[in-house]
DNA sequence: CGTAGAGTATAGCCATGGCTATATCATAGT
DNA sequence: ACTATGATATAGCCATGGCTATACTCTACG
């Protein structure tokens, strides 16, 4: 039961984790705007303190992430007032929303249980990549015609 | 096509985003744990330099990192000497590997390139947990062993 | 057996993403 | 029209995880 591992050369692997990483500091802002992107079609506005509320930081964490957006264009605010989302946060929360749903359903599908789904998704989502994301769904389309 | 999505409880959310937070913290320790545990098994050893370049990270950040592992009890090592695990370390490591291959394999089985799953695979698993690696592993037996 | 070169550690920088404490603004209700 | 209150912004702290530059140590070879 040695359990050695395959060992790729050494740069692939390298590649793979710097591609995790990147993943990661994408993460923040995926989660941000998607939050952004679900109190306005909810609530018609997305103010700082809901968002702050709803992602479990504290109030100026969620400021401090929405100037990070403004920076790389995909919120507009003035100060005191409401968040919006550009027309490419926009985009991107719809992507993501789409990614969401799809890897929670994956995860249903393959007998996650949904509330686990909802739990692990959330970390999960910003790993899955187009080509994988393009296997979920043709495996959910599969399924839910089946034979 | 509102698009509207579901908005669970403010707190709810919340806890999820602080769930793939913690995920997140632990996913740098559980890296490297299991890096060092390939190495020693294949090589013998596992050297900073070796460490490094595989991680893709400059070799001082490897030893910054090790100086966590060792702090949080899981390595040690004496200066200019290589690194090894404790037994928290290795046990560890080993339910890393397991982790990891039982993700990639779920995604392979689900139409997954091999060579993606293996990419996504390495953000993904940290975030994969007890509940959801054991419906992986239940549904990866009954793909094997079809009707 | 001395030393050059490889490997490791240390110092110190930066950005990020948390936090608390506090200042500032907007507005609703007298 | 004031003002109290709640919402937002700002200041400044900390740990993390990158980096480069440099100092130190080990070791193998001549």
Redesign the interface.
């Known amino acids: 039961m ?4 395959a ?2 050369p ?1 740069s692939l ?8 990483r990147e ?2 500091a994408r ?1 923040l802002l995926e ?1 941000y705007v998607e939050m952004i992107s ?1 109190l306005i ?2 609530s018609g506005e997305a103010r700082v303190a ?1 968002i702050a ?5 504290a109030q100026p964490t969620a400021t401090k992430a929405i100037g990070r957006l403004k920076r790389e264009g995909l919120a507009t605010s003035r100060p005191y007032r409401g968040i919006f989302l550009t027309d490419a946060g926009a985009e991107l929360a ?1 992507r993501v ?1 789409a990614r969401h749903r799809t890897v929670v359903a ?2 249903v599908a ?4 949904a509330e ?5 998704g ?3 989502e ?4 187009a ?2 994301l393009a ?2 769904e ?2 959910l389309a599969a399924q839910n015609r089946p034979k």
Chains 1, 2 share one sequence.
């Open positions: 040695s359990n050695a591992p060992h790729p050494a692997q390298a590649r793979r984790f710097a591609h995790a993943c990661q993460a989660d679900d079609s909810v809901d509320e709803r992602m479990g930081v719809e929303r994956l995860l393959v007998g996650v249980p686990i789904a909802e739990i692990d959330e970390g999960l910003h790993h899955v990549s080509r994988t296997a979920f043709k495996f």
